[in-house]
């Protein structure tokens, strides 16, 4: 009896050493299925903006693909690329400008799919815009989120002096109330809502940022750099079932909307479904590539340059930034 009793701590002992040695070696081996385990973070609140990402997810796009993908607004006052730069996301949605000057600043940032083909920024006036040298010396009423770098490099490219900047979160208030004139909107949204608050838009003088040269592609998907050399097949999966969700999205717009509104009524969104298709409709639009008539999702290397001659630094040796280290 005393000899069998003795035995039990060897038992557990060695029980013990066992157990202790599977989690170190689970702690020492790369997790993939954490690896999986994706946020995904559009660059504004829940709208038909990104309803190519609430499709890939709700009919299972990504999982069929054997990821696990969680889309994850930011609030107003933030930017997705904040929530990249703090580790909450390694994924997230950007305009080419806003991404292309942080990746000058020294971000290793890749682009692994763009939606936009086409700009959609327009300046709105109750005076006539005339070309850059209309807005001399007067106050332009322009998105909080858009980084002063990138403001001063295009007052810079376009000749435009003493340019003042009034911010502004949301919405076209400041514009119809007379705070702020001329104003930035997006085709796809502020200017929709004009029409929507009853408002004549012939009545209203308005210029396409495209018309003047800077038809730069807008959103774009991006990941961190260290992340697409750790996980360059799960990069491709997410790339490919998002392409599906806009592809669906496309085929299926009535459908597509029900999940935007479901998005928009989770995040407590004040819109409305006629909004969110007029947006859809214009967001599609955009899609579309002008050479071939096609959504590529792909950002063209005649796109990348249009940004290069546009927002580097004119002391900035141009040849040194390659198309090749920006897109994947």
């Not at 290069?308 to 090749?324: F, G």
Request: hydrophobic content about 40%; proline content about 3%; glycine content about 6%.
């Amino acid at each position: 009896k005393t000899r069998i009793m003795s035995r039990y701590p060897i038992i557990i002992m060695m029980k013990i050493f066992i157990f202790s040695t599977i989690l170190l070696a689970l702690s020492l081996t790369p997790c993939k299925v954490q690896a999986q385990g994706i946020t995904l973070t559009p660059k504004w609140t829940a709208q038909a903006q990104f309803a190519g990402y609430y499709v890939a997810d709700k009919l299972g796009f990504y999982k069929e693909e054997g990821i696990d993908v969680r889309v994850q607004h930011p609030a107003i006052s933030e930017s997705s690329f904040s929530f990249m730069e703090k580790g909450r996301a390694p994924v997230v949605i950007m305009n080419l400008s806003y991404a292309f000057m942080e990746w000058l600043n020294g971000a290793r940032i890749v682009n692994i799919m763009q939606t936009s083909q086409e700009n959609s920024l327009m300046l709105i006036s109750h005076s006539p815009i005339k070309g850059p040298e209309s807005l001399h010396n007067r106050k332009i009423a322009v998105w909080n989120h858009l980084s002063q770098k990138l403001l001063d490099r295009l007052a810079e490219h376009y000749g435009l002096q003493q340019t003042g900047w009034i911010r502004f979160n949301s919405g076209v208030n400041i514009f119809l109330s007379g705070a702020a004139d001329p104003c930035l909107v997006g085709s796809y949204n502020e200017y929709l809502e004009l029409t929507e608050y009853g408002m004549n838009v012939d009545s209203i003088y308005s210029a396409r940022f495209a018309d003047y040269g800077y038809n730069l592609p807008e959103d774009g998907l991006y990941v961190t750099e260290d992340f697409y050399n750790q996980y360059p097949e799960i990069v491709h999966k997410l790339a490919k079932a998002s392409i599906r969700g806009w592809a669906w999205a496309n085929e299926h717009r009535e459908e597509a909307l029900d999940m935007v509104m479901e998005e928009v009524k989770r995040g407590n969104v004040g819109t409305n479904r006629y909004h969110q298709r007029k947006m859809l409709e214009e967001v599609l639009r955009l899609q579309i590539d002008r050479k071939s008539g096609q959504r590529t999702y792909r950002l063209s290397r005649e796109g990348f340059e249009r940004a290069v001659q546009i927002l580097a630094p004119r002391d900035l040796n141009k040849a040194s930034i390659r198309y090749e280290d920006f897109v994947k």
